[in-house]
């Protein structure tokens, strides 16, 4: 597979050194990859219809801080100019989620793949939440696969397990804790920090963004609810539809005083049918100390769906680290075989 | 697709429930299911190449604890007679799982069905605990295929979680609760009771057999285990090559003591790589409380995959019903359809 990676940030130099040297991965043997160009909104392009030398390309990247006319393959092009201008057979959508544009410019990243019947595979949320049904068309108008496993909980198959594992089944409910930033840090007001406090311990720790607004403020996990709500209910949920809670809107002595009732305030991002429509909400919740959510700690993840024929269904993830988010990316690279 | 049901217990006639009238459940529509035999090791067959009308069925079954001559499709032939005669495009293997006999006959009626090139849908264990590798290949040989979700955790899609969802990964160990009689037991015990009067409290509340000593001596727990090591981790793990604890072999004072520690007695089954071979365990290990483990109750279950790419991903199923075991059924009859 001749693969262009669109974004070169944390997620996209993670795959990159897996492909660089997949040895260390048994199940890996089988990949095939050759990422024929890396495209960037301010960080430059690489393209190379031989395939990039990918160690290089990484050292060279991270001295820099982005390609240069010194690198062997720099390439003039802009990230749409790649795309329908260069052979290739997929993209990997790695840009940075901008939910002010609504998901641009990745969606035209996605759609321009598509059009020419090109696979794609989103790591970014935005197209999966605010054009999935009119993308999955596209696709399949013109035979190409719109696959966006790492979009939401990084490795974890939530959207094989839909796909593959549900047939048959009407999932009725989805409600997890989806975001890690928020999770941390109510963690850490739990044990008495102040919210500042705590964020700034987050991006110490590496959990939280420069820019955590679109964690605290609840537009992170609204974004995933919406891709969960179109790809796995069938629904055509918007992430602006999606009521938000807002960390800074919370009592923080209420968060302090949970514990002591036997409980934990969690963000619980919920979708529910009612009628033909999905509704979709990002709230507090006072979650008992028995109840799975309630160990749902820093960093990790759960996400029950519930169905009508195969009862109530519940996923974790623990502690996932930049690999596992480029594992989304590979396990949907390695369905391109199929 | 014409099926044959082979076992008509709980789940037979569970499935043969929702085949007569799935219109509640709007994800069937697709479903396209005739039962043209349903054959039984010792309450008769029904035959009808045209299809047998389920819900009479059922009835008469109910009515006679078996099906008899009154039938209108009543057959003479045994099973092994209905798989090699008879024409139809997947068999359904229902059966009693049996451990003395090594799961035979279950793995003889699935290797009659893969020889003549139809496709497999297994919910008893014991072909792919026992016969895994050898039936695959038969599959692969006469281009039929041998599915087996209902095996373990009911309808929670473990084995297509690892085979669609995990693509590339290795799965590294493996560990979970998946004998609800135990622990069930466990938590009755824990309160007080004595394993006799929990295991008929279990019995009453519909949870354990009338023999309910294949959960009790863990050999429920390590068919299964055997199972998943086989199917996802790609070894040969015999079920009696699991290292047992019974429940007898329990000290019921620690299990009553081990709350007034912040920790739970729980079944385990675990399997890990060591070398080229796979080790399994079914042992009682001590649980703390904030520990997912420790939170299910009853006959919940859950497994853990740790991995080496995919980080660790945890499954969850909450209080199953027969329907959830029917499902696992039908979500792989929904499968053949690929």
């Known amino acids: 597979v001749r693969i262009v990676l669109v974004g070169f ?24 990859v050759s990422v024929v160009a890396i495209t960037t909104g301010s960080h430059g392009t690489l393209a190379n219809p031989a395939g990039i030398a990918l160690g290089p390309a990484l050292a060279s990247f991270e001295r820099a801080g982005g390609f240069t006319p010194a690198d062997p393959d720099h390439s003039g092009l802009a990230t749409l100019e790649v795309l329908t201008r260069l052979d290739y057979d997929a993209v990997v959508e790695m840009s940075p989620l901008d939910v002010v544009r609504r998901g641009e410019p990745a969606i035209s990243h996605v759609r321009a793949a598509l059009e020419r019947g090109r696979h794609v595979v989103a790591a970014n949320k935005g197209p999966v939440a605010w054009s999935y049904r009119s993308l999955v068309e596209l696709a399949a108008r013109t035979g190409a696969r719109f696959l966006h496993e790492a979009t939401v909980m990084d490795g974890v198959p939530v959207f094989n397990l839909a796909r593959h594992g549900l047939r048959g ?6 409600e997890g804790i989806l975001n890690s930033t928020t999770n941390w840090v109510l963690g850490a007001v739990e044990q008495g920090r102040g919210v500042e406090e705590a964020v700034a311990e987050a991006r110490r720790a590496g959990v939280a963004e420069a820019d955590p607004s679109l964690d605290l403020d609840g537009w992170d996990a609204a974004v995933k609810l919406a891709a969960l709500a179109n790809a796995v209910m069938g629904g055509e949920l918007l992430p602006e ?11 923080l002595d209420r968060v302090r005083g949970c514990p002591a009732r036997g ?48 009862g109530s269904i519940s996923v974790v993830e623990e502690a996932p680290d930049l690999r596992t988010t480029a594992y989304g990316v590979l396990s949907d690279l390695m369905s391109l075989a199929d």
């Open 241 to 251: 539809d999606v009521e938000r809670r807002t960390l800074a809107s919370l009592d």
């Open 169 to 174: 089944a009407t999932v009725l409910s989805l």
């Open 263 to 310: 409980r934990r305030l969690k963000m619980v991002a919920a979708a529910r049918r009612d009628g033909g429509r999905i509704l979709g909400r990002v709230e507090a919740r006072e979650i008992p100390l028995d109840h799975p959510f309630a160990l749902v700690e820093g960093t990790s993840s759960i996400l029950r769906i519930t169905t009508d024929l195969a």
């Open 9 to 32: 940030g944390n997620v996209g130099r993670t795959l990159a050194a897996i492909l660089a040297d997949p040895s260390p991965y048994a199940g890996l043997k089988g990949l095939d």
